[in-house]
């Protein structure tokens, strides 16, 4: 694996994590930069909450958002949710995706997480085996409300 490089974004990191994003649906509608700009100071005001960025050689290679969601049973700890998980086409199949995830999964452990979960609307088989491959148990049953209409998968 080359060198990859993990940390949390900060403003500087929002253009070019919205052209990664293309990565995820190259369909999607991008943000204004004051669109994106007001979302990320939102986004900042939940504590231990992060957009991790995972670099080869200053090059954006992969990301993943982590919410730590207040909870008021298991004692009132937190749990994360994790979203937003992208891989550069050309950095893919190195562990990059794996290794983003681990680092979203160690900071909510940080933050005192009873748990992780992340949820994906592919049902391709190596989809669900990555995702199975990097320590998420597929054990629980998802519902959803959209009102945008969810991605077409490849």
């Not at 005192?112 to 979960?117: A, S």
Request: hydrophobic share 35%; aromatic share 10%.
């Amino acid at each position: 694996m080359d060198q990859l490089k993990i940390r949390p974004t900060d403003h500087d990191d929002l253009d070019p994590l919205l052209d990664l994003y293309r990565h995820l649906d190259a369909e999607d509608t991008r943000p204004t930069p004051r669109q994106a700009a007001e979302s990320f100071d939102r986004f900042l005001r939940y504590p231990g909450s992060a957009i991790f960025l995972g670099e080869v050689d200053g090059l954006p290679a992969c990301s993943c958002t982590l919410v730590v969601i207040p909870n008021l049973t298991r004692g009132g700890r937190p749990y994360g949710l994790i979203e937003n998980v992208v891989t550069h086409a050309r950095f893919r199949q190195r562990g990059y995706g794996k290794a983003i995830l681990d680092a979203a999964t160690e900071a909510a452990w940080r933050e005192d997480c009873y748990k992780v979960m992340l949820m994906t609307g592919s049902k391709t088989p190596a989809t669900l085996a990555f995702y199975a491959g990097a320590g998420f148990e597929q054990s629980k049953t998802g519902f959803q409300k959209r009102r945008l209409p969810a991605r077409k998968e490849p």
